[in-house]
């Protein structure tokens, strides 16, 4: 009946987490844990309290408020916690993210790719994030977010700030091809070209298309491989013709 706001759990054991029904509790309500279980109940619990907008803190720091957005546990101080497992590749930092915990990447060995947030917020980490982790490359969008890395990065890491060209922004990997940022909400289509002669599009990032058009036809071309998360978010789309391996979850939100 959506009548619980809080839920309080006192168990201390991250093995036996109690299984909840979690209907009865309103959006957007407080889940309140001990500290030894916190990240266990995050993971376990990821998808409800994603999808119902739960807040999770723990018994010992109440204001601490967590929630997870596309797969990332996001702490209210405006830092980056954690992520759930993936297989991901490249990680989007969302805006207004200013910190990224030395730990935050635990168990992510896949990842080579963080895209820092596009409204230019220029994050703080540390040398332990590219010494434990499997960080290759950072995509910035300012040359204040390039500096900040470079200050903490060490030797190898390779720092490029994102290309514009008729509208878009994107980055392009070693083989030429691109992953395309985000696209000018004025187009009604795409043929594949707009980025120049050459430079195929591999990925489309999360968000890229987001609120774009209303937008008619796109064509990709053979070399598509993944389509980000909400991609195409109310883009109002019509024809779309690609071959990608890999389509995240909600890419085609509300088309």
Sequence with gaps: ??????????????N??????????????????KPEVLDRFLQKNRTVIENRGFQV????????????????????DGSLS?????????????????????DALQGQNHLN??????????VQSDGA???????KNVICYNQDQV?????????????????????YTYFVTEENTAVLLSAPETITEFTGTELGEGISICE?????????????????????VKIGQQAFNFAGLTSFVADAESVEYGAFTEC
């Design 1 to 14: 009946s959506d009548c619980l706001t809080k839920l309080v759990f006192q168990g201390t054991n991250p």
């Design 16 to 33: 036996v987490l109690p299984e909840v029904n979690f209907e009865d509790l309103a959006e957007e309500s407080k889940l309140v844990v």
């Design 57 to 76: 803190s723990d018994t010992e720091q109440p204001d601490v408020i967590y929630t997870v957005k596309n797969g990332m546990v996001l702490r209210n």
């Design 82 to 102: 954690g992520l759930m497992p993936s297989e991901d590749e490249v990680l989007y930092l969302p805006n207004g993210i200013e910190k990224i915990d030395s």
């Design 113 to 122: 790719t963080i895209v820092m947030p596009a409204d230019g917020t220029v």
């Design 129 to 135: 994030l590219f010494e434990k982790y499997t960080i």
């Design 147 to 167: 500096n900040a890395i470079r200050a903490v990065a060490p030797e190898g890491i390779t720092i490029q700030t994102c290309s514009k060209k008729n509208g």
């Design 204 to 224: 489309i990032g999360n968000y890229a298309f987001d609120s774009a058009g209303p937008l008619g036809n796109l064509y990709f071309g053979e070399h598509l």
